[in-house]
């Protein structure tokens, strides 16, 4: 083998201490109480089926995990138990364990919510805020205050959390806990999560908005049923995650899964990023009102918040305006163009489309949908399944809140815990 | 959640009857002789903490696997004896364990070789053959005269093979062992995997190009130094292969990974697949090719094989062609732009570009190694490296017979082994 070697740049600075573990190695008495989790409530024995190991080993780490009170039994329905001809005890994840908050900062309005260690949701909080880049000073304030009332209205006192869970839109380095670039901050490379965990006096972990809607849907929605799954989420602007294996797929740095930012145009439209060509520059919101400003001829007559102009538009095309239909329809098919993107790609079971856009319903119209199959290699296989969710503000503040249980998780029953004991 | 549900067609009769056992479900036997294959000679302790096990564990777990004849102890190099002031017992995989087959079967050329189970080269075999597609009999044929040669070479009898892996370009379902199309072959949809194991009398693995390179420098290159990383191979198509903890990632289907047909442009340039705007109608052999014949007006001056049409343009290149090099600098932008989509989507730290084209060296050419760093999003991050690695034929044929030996792994020591046993 001739190795021509050509480096583009040194990987200097930026390796984690610990690297992140591999899937592989995640113990199996994780592997366990994730079963647990995601399942709701089920039996040792499908567990041991599962994971494929003996439900002796199960039995034996199930003990330990009820000893330390992250687990419990619970007594299975009365019916189950009559059709079994004996009581069933099923495992689930001890609500009362731990509690955690997750906080979703927008440019327009900031979500908070309380959650107990199995999810439920104990309250929910939201501040409209002014758009806008703010100092981490200002950031912080902001959170706090918000973490404050959330905790008011659930009656808890801050130090009740065992941990906090924080989303901003941008690009997060979550295993570093650095903010890259986020149109919520004013500077770059801030290292938020040391900040806001410093401020809150909790363990505080980060990541961006695409990878908080796929935890959600990993660890109340899809997940509990699919342990492998692609996410897309249009708002402001276009993001990707993956589950591969109950787990999000990050990257060697964490920051992959920039779907938004691929390229589909050689030297085309103008990103926000600076670049040319990015699918987002053809689908988000600042794409659709750069185009309706020209056609439109809104620099006199309309201005005001994306959301505004991008809901006029929207009028404009359902009363027949051919310029605002052509938008629509060109986003349309730009967003079909990067769905097949991923399906040749990733081959996944299963899209999930999110975000607050879903309800534009010609993002997903019939002819959107024939658009990507048409744009979909043709193998022979059946086409993965698409789900629209449309999910409200606050349950992407539940998504922060899996991050946090996420970590947490990891600390409690994971290969974390194992280093610490070592 | 509110939850619109647009199924876009059904996963009918395509699912495998045993699923893939997931990452997280192989057996820590198969992880153990994985990591001494990977490292080629390795102590038990580092083993252990490679693995985060402890170092009984492994103790017990490579006794078994050197009973059974798979591994062997390895008497340590004399200065590294000295060094520790002890012998020291290194432990490799049982070269004579047993003898895999690889075939590589192309539009031109058809090779094989002979491997041992620890990789070492027993001997190769190549012969030509006219281009254009074969019945699955005469594909079957060619194959088993150029077995029968390579095991001649090798000094063994047919027999004495323990496996036969088989790579085959188009669009191949490994797991299923059904070729949907390839070029090589007149019929869609066949089994070829069934078809060559009834006609050799052996096991008999089947996959594309793209990941018989993949799995060759997983098995014999760059993964015995990394567990993830990127392969992008330009031959008459471009093929991409994923390596994520040590192992190929292949989609839900198997059918991932098509780099070569996404969408790099909406109505774009004609690929062979039938579909627009493919990555591939611009990178590659056929795409360069039909450029030639409208600009350097060959319709009537030059015909012949692709390969000797392209040797013609990349001289017309060289004597400064201005058509000729625009072609070339065309082609090199559009392979930098696939490239940084792979980047913002994988965030890999490794990228090795591989295949005959590779040393058309106007393909990573310092501009268009700028001009993927230029399409990659500004995140801050260090580039990943690009490694160029010009695999000869005989090479393509190892990664068959790495598949071959991966396959066999997973029987004497994966999840297949323990299914059987159960």
């Known amino acids: 083998m001739s190795d021509t070697v050509q480096a583009l740049g040194d990987r200097k600075g930026c390796g984690p201490l610990i690297p992140p573990l591999s899937i592989a190695q995640r113990p199996l008495r994780q592997q366990v109480f994730e079963r647990v989790r995601a399942a709701g409530q089920i039996a040792r024995v499908q567990v041991a089926k599962d994971l494929s190991v ?79 880049a703010l100092t981490l000073r200002e950031l912080l304030d902001a959170t706090e205050t918000l973490l404050d009332r959330v905790c008011a209205a659930a009656g808890i006192a801050r130090g009740d959390l065992s941990a906090v869970g924080l989303g901003v839109p941008g690009f997060v380095d979550s295993h570093a806990g650095t903010v890259h670039w986020s149109p919520v901050l004013a500077d770059r490379q801030v290292p938020l999560a040391a900040a806001a965990s410093a401020r809150l ?48 797929y990050r990257g060697s740095q964490g920051l992959g899964m920039e779907l938004g930012h691929t390229k589909v145009q050689l ?14 520059a053809y689908v988000a919101d600042y794409a659709l009102v750069r185009e309706a400003q020209t056609a439109l001829n809104w620099t006199h007559g309309e201005s005001g918040p994306t ?23 060109r986003a349309g098919r730009y967003l079909a163009l990067g769905l097949a993107n991923v399906v040749n790609i990733f081959d996944p079971e299963l899209i999930i489309l999110s975000g607050e856009r879903m309800r534009y319903d010609y993002l997903y119209a019939k002819e959107t949908m024939a658009e990507m199959q048409a744009m979909v290699l043709n193998t022979g296989r059946p086409m993965p399944k698409v789900q629209i969710h449309a999910w409200g503000d606050l349950l992407w503040a539940h998504g922060a809140a899996a991050l946090a249980l996420s970590t947490l998780t990891e600390t409690l029953v994971g290969p974390m815990r194992e280093m610490a004991a070592q």
Chains 1, 2 share one sequence.
């Open 54 to 132: 003996s439900p002796a080993s199960v039995t034996t780490l199930t003990s330990d995990l009820i000893d330390s009170g992250l687990l419990e039994e619970i007594a299975a329905p009365r019916e189950a138990e009559a059709a079994r001809g004996r009581p069933a005890v099923l495992l689930g994840v001890r609500p009362a364990a731990h509690l955690v908050a997750g906080i979703k900062l927008s440019d327009r309005e900031n979500s908070a919510v309380v959650v107990d260690f199995a999810g439920n949701l104990l309250a929910g909080e939201a501040l409209p805020r002014r758009p806008g």
């Open 307 to 329: 959301g505004v102009l991008l809901e006029s538009l929207f009028d404009h095309a359902k009363a027949g305006n051919r310029a605002a239909r052509s938008i629509f329809h």
């Open 267 to 280: 030297d085309g439209a103008l990103c926000r990023c600076g670049q040319r060509g990015c699918l987002e």
């Open 201 to 248: 006096g909790q363990p505080v972990e980060i990541d961006n908005d695409a990878n908080l809607v796929t935890l959600a849907e990993l660890w109340f929605g899809a997940g509990r049923k699919r342990g492998d799954f692609a996410v897309v989420t249009i708002e402001h602007g276009l993001g990707m995650g993956f589950v591969l294996n109950h787990r999000i």
